[in-house]
């Protein structure tokens, strides 16, 4: 990826969160740190469209909270809230928290008693992107995650595949009569989960859309996106 590319895609990014997030163009300067640029600027990139598709298509109000910078998080773990993060609204209605690299708590590690005793490191798992029901703190259960984002700039095998459909089994239930999200239209209204959260894959490689039907069917909507 070459300098014009990236500065291409920033400009993107800026002119979105502008538009649709209220972020003064200054405020993405240093949005993200050379070291991890490539992954880091996708998962950006994806953060905007998903701003840009609440406020056009869910016409809700998205308003960045906390921090002088935008600078997305170089690794996951418990919400940290004096890193930025942004607030989604329905009119007066705090809909929930919109997160980067963020860890929840599974629904194995509830099934065996939710004992903080009990608590290992497999009981977590990194969500690039996460909107959480609001006020959560240090690492949500799968019950308060509304929307999980997974996003791949890179080829796609097969495993990725498995390894989503194994994702979802940690945040939902598999329900054959669809429950209503709290979205009207984007990403979807009603989804194969109990609980009814929506848990999407973005990814670069087009082969991505082979498996777009049967995804569907486990409450997994995946998106094909290109920088």
């Known amino acids: 990826m070459n300098t014009a590319t990236i500065t291409r895609i920033k400009n993107q990014i800026t002119s ?8 003064a163009p200054a405020r993405t300067q240093g ?12 998962e950006a990139h994806v953060l905007a469209t998903i701003i840009e598709n609440f406020v056009i298509k869910e016409k809700l109000q998205v ?3 906390s921090g002088s910078k935008l600078m997305l998080r170089q690794k996951g773990g418990a919400i940290n809230r004096s890193d930025p993060y942004f607030e989604v609204w329905d009119g007066p209605t705090l809909i929930g928290d919109l997160f980067t690299d963020i860890y929840f708590t599974t629904i194995s590690y509830q099934s065996r008693g939710g004992l903080p005793i009990n608590k290992s490191y497999a009981d977590y798992h990194e969500l690039d992107i996460a909107l959480c029901k609001p006020n959560q703190v240090g690492y949500p259960l799968f019950d308060q995650i509304l929307l999980a984002i997974e996003c791949k ?3 796609l095998e097969k495993n990725i595949i498995r390894e989503v459909l194994g994702f979802r089994r940690e945040l939902s239930f598999y329900s054959s009569i669809p429950n209503q999200t709290v979205f009207n239209t984007f990403p979807i209204k009603y989804i194969n989960a109990d609980p009814a959260s929506v848990h999407m894959l973005y990814c670069s490689d087009a082969r991505i859309n082979r498996y777009i039907s049967n995804c569907e ?3 997994i909507i995946l998106k094909y996106h290109k920088l």
Do not use: D, E, R
Request: no cysteine.
């Open 16 to 23: 979105v969160l502008n538009s649709h997030a209220g972020v």
């Open 31 to 42: 949005l993200l740190p050379i070291k991890s640029l490539q992954g880091k600027l996708y």
């Open 63 to 65: 308003k960045l909270i």
């Open 153 to 155: 700039n890179t080829s």
């Open 217 to 219: 069917q486990f409450g």
